[in-house]
């Protein structure tokens, strides 16, 4: 798990078992959350750009769901053309949880980037290629070592381009797949964009913060190549 040790975040023992939940929750099993947003910073720890809106009008948005958002983050802030991005909590139900309700399996959501670029300087099809190439999208409720609902692949999208984009990504990333011998199909999940909640400030730029820290991303070794 790239979680703290349990004592750091202090789950309580009864939701141990059930931080291992691997199927979502209905709406009526989801946690009640509450109105109150989480307080997080305004500055992006690494660029140095705001990490909350209002954004420049001339960036887009973007968000993905790959696994642990720690090493997530980092590999899209490190892309050219990344104006700031976040960590957070999108695709559920639970409004504004914080991680202890995440680990419950009892909101829905996943841990997501929320990516704010520049389309002038880097494409979203290069997020995809990036988003595919950087993680294993045929593991289910499941990346690498985590396991759970909040390690989902998915592409959250925004508009009918996105969609459209990432839906034609996702048919040529899986003939890669075949072709490289890998012969297991996409599980992640591409759906509208639902609200995205910030995740703690202590969660926000991680590795950037704690350059040691836990970080389990890894892809299959297969390039996504341009489609022919």
Known sequence: ???P???FIKIPQAMIFSSKKLTLPTINEALVGRKTP??????HFVTGNPMVPPFPETMEQALFGLGCFWGAERKFWQ???????????SGGYTPNPTYDELCTGLTGHNEVVYVIYDPAIVSYLD????????HNPTQGMAQGNDSGTQYRSG??????QQSDTALKSKLHYQQQLIKAGIN???TTEIMPAGEFYYAEDMHQQ???????GYCGLGGLGVDYEDEE
Do not use: D, E, R
Not at 38 to 43: G, Y
Not at 83 to 88: H, L
Not at 127 to 134: H, R
């Open 1 to 3: 798990m790239h979680s």
């Open 38 to 43: 989480m307080l997080v910073a305004k500055q």
């Open 206 to 212: 991680y590795l950037a913060k704690n350059p040691m």
């Open 127 to 134: 997020l995809l290629k990036l988003f595919w190439a950087s």
């Open 79 to 89: 892309c050219n053309g990344i104006f700031s991005t976040a960590v957070g909590y």
């Open 184 to 186: 297991k199909q996409i």
């Open 5 to 7: 040790p349990l004592s």
């Open 155 to 160: 592409i959250y999208t925004l508009s009918q």
